[in-house]
Structures are given as structure tokens and as C-alpha cells.
């Protein structure tokens, strides 16, 4: 069993920062792609950005210089550092990860999802 568990979700001022983190716990022989995803009311899921194992980094438009992805191999963990936010980031964000398992091949993963909300 994998499990992926987010946190740092929170309610922050347009212009200020928050930092995501999702860490992988269980039966993981080893971790691919990851990535960050946002869900906002009425809309659909959107990618907000990936990273490689190899470090190599994917964001959506809308993100591109505000937004850091990153992750911790040792720790099977990845971070989202979320910088100059602005109402329209408000979103569930959920994390995301494919992951092969000690007895299983590749599979995707998602978290339970956290609340971001960009509000004066």
C-alpha cells in the first residue's frame, strides 16, 4: 500500500507565499514523475507542474515564475513553493506521483488534496 499526504495548504494575501509538501510512505521499490495539481469550484483538474526523477521540470503558463516544484529522492517527497499568489491560484491542490511498488509495477497515485486560498 502507497499513500501520499499533503500539507501546507492555508489561507494567504494576494502577493504572499505558501509551500506545499506531499511525502509517499509505504511499499515503493521507486518514485517517477511527480507533480502538483489544481482543482478550483466549476473547474476541472489542471496541472500546475511536474519534476522528474531525473529533476527536469514542467509548469502551466499561468504558474511559470511564481511557482517552484521540487523533491527530495531520500525522502520521497516533493515540494511546491507558491510565490506572488493571486485569487485565481485559490484551488484544492493535489499532489500526484507514479510509483513502483515492491510487488507491483507502475501506478499513479494522488493525494487527499488541500485547501489554497488566495483572499484579502
Known amino acids: 500500500q502507497v499513500r501520499l499526504v499533503e500539507s501546507g495548504g492555508g489561507l494567504v494575501q494576494p502577493g504572499g507565499s505558501l509551500r506545499l509538501s506531499c511525502a509517499a510512505s509505504g511499499s515503493i521499490r521507486s518514485i517517477y514523475t511527480m507533480g502538483w495539481y489544481r482543482q478550483a469550484p466549476g473547474n476541472p483538474r489542471e496541472l500546475v507542474a511536474t519534476?522528474?526523477?531525473?529533476?527536469?521540470?514542467n509548469y502551466a503558463d499561468s504558474v511559470k515564475g511564481r511557482f517552484t516544484i521540487s523533491r527530495d529522492n531520500a525522502k520521497n517527497t516533493e515540494y511546491l513553493q507558491m510565490n506572488s499568489l493571486k485569487p485565481e491560484d485559490t484551488a484544492v491542490y493535489y499532489c500526484?506521483?507514479?510509483?513502483?511498488?515492491?510487488?507491483?509495477?507502475?501506478?499513479?497515485?494522488w493525494g487527499q488534496g488541500t485547501q489554497v486560498t488566495v483572499s484579502s
Open positions: 500526484h506521483a507514479d510509483i513502483v511498488g515492491l510487488d507491483w509495477g507502475l501506478r499513479p497515485y
Open positions: 519534476i522528474a526523477s531525473s529533476g527536469s521540470t
